[in-house]
């Protein structure tokens, strides 16, 4: 069985193996599964068990939970609370959800020493707007931007249980750090259920409870520009994220910026590498993946990764391995294995 799992992401397919190949194999508890547009991609929850009913009276009340946490989190709906927070630089009484997304990004900006940053948005409202013009920014306007609506560490003027407060020009965008959140709360809550095993994804981002039936771990493939490239093995609670250039980014005079900007310089990524992260929880894994698509240096890498230990990761080109941790769970490359065929 392979199921193409996101387009805004570099895809993920899902494989049920045996030592014969790539297939689905018949077990004795059904495979229940749903997929929903949500947040902006595919949102898909695959259930093994033998009570379908029950698994999908709890997918419809995932679903729900999962529009009423976008309700809150997404920047695209001009009503939810942190688009309110952004237009009105202010909020009294937040949520108990918006004060626990803004700690654990605080938490993702301190464990990826200042590489991953919710603040980001008016760099990225700015290269957008360069793209549209076909116009490089100039040094003064990134440097007058750095100052007045960047930077995690002061961009907040407030934040507490009473109040959210955010500089002028200041923006939050939770972009890289909510789908694996909410990926982590569908996940705790599907805990519930009495089942053999289960997989929530959304937009790429995935974690898994269990194994299939009649397997030892599941099997995802990695894949970039639509191209499946490598198979790993994730175990009962592990997530894994994907991040890179493939869909989104900007064109300036013919030359391609990534969609994802240094917090540091304010400069996009160039270089179209794709990185995977595998770790504990979707949260960790989604916004790892877009550090380790901004950090080049082995040595900050590894400073990184020891910050959010247990932590595998892997960065490739189209053809080739650029890096990856040493336990890193891959099982080949697929398309060396397409190619001997």
């Known amino acids: ?33 749903s997929n929903r547009k949500k947040l902006g991609g595919d949102f898909r929850i695959i259930i093994y068990t033998e009570n379908v009913t029950e698994a999908r009276e709890r997918m419809e009340e995932a679903y729900h939970l999962v529009d009423s946490l976008n309700m809150i989190f997404s920047s695209y709906t001009s009503d939810s609370e942190i688009s309110q927070l952004n237009h009105f630089k202010v909020l009294n009484r937040p949520s108990e959800a918006l004060a626990a997304m803004l700690d654990k990004s605080q938490e993702a900006f301190e464990k990826s020493n200042g590489y991953f940053d919710v603040t980001i948005q008016p760099a990225i409202d700015m290269w957008k707007l360069a793209g549209q013009n076909n116009r490089l920014p100039g040094n003064r306007e990134i440097e007058a931007l750095r100052k007045k609506a960047t930077g995690f560490d002061h961009a907040l003027v407030r934040f507490d249980s009473h109040t959210v407060q955010i500089k002028k020009k200041a923006e939050i965008n939770f972009g890289g750090i909510a789908k694996g959140y909410i990926v982590d709360k569908v996940y705790d809550f599907l805990t519930q259920l009495n089942c053999t095993a289960y997989l929530v994804e959304a937009a790429g981002d995935i974690r898994v409870f269990g194994t299939p039936p009649g397997e030892e771990s ?37 030359r391609r910026y990534s969609h994802i900007i240094n917090p540091k310089t304010l400069l996009p990524v160039t270089h179209n590498y794709t990185s995977t992260v595998i770790a504990g929880d979707a949260t960790t894994a989604d916004f790892l993946a877009s550090t380790l698509n901004i950090v080049v240096d082995s040595i900050e890498i590894e400073a990184i990764v020891r910050k959010n230990t247990p932590v595998e990761y892997m960065v490739f080109s189209n053809d080739q391995v650029i890096r990856k941790s040493r336990a890193f769970p891959m099982v080949h490359n697929i398309t060396d294995s397409i190619n001997k065929h």
């Open 1 to 33: 069985m392979r199921l193409k799992l996101t387009n805004t992401k570099p895809i993920l397919f899902l494989f049920c193996i045996k030592a014969a190949g790539a297939f689905l194999f018949q077990v004795s508890a059904e495979a229940v599964e």
């Open 218 to 254: 599941w099997v995802l493939g990695i894949s970039s520009h639509d191209k499946p490239m490598y198979r790993v093995k994730l175990q009962s609670g592990q997530a894994i994220a994907t991040s890179g250039m493939t869909y989104r980014y900007f064109t300036i005079d013919r």
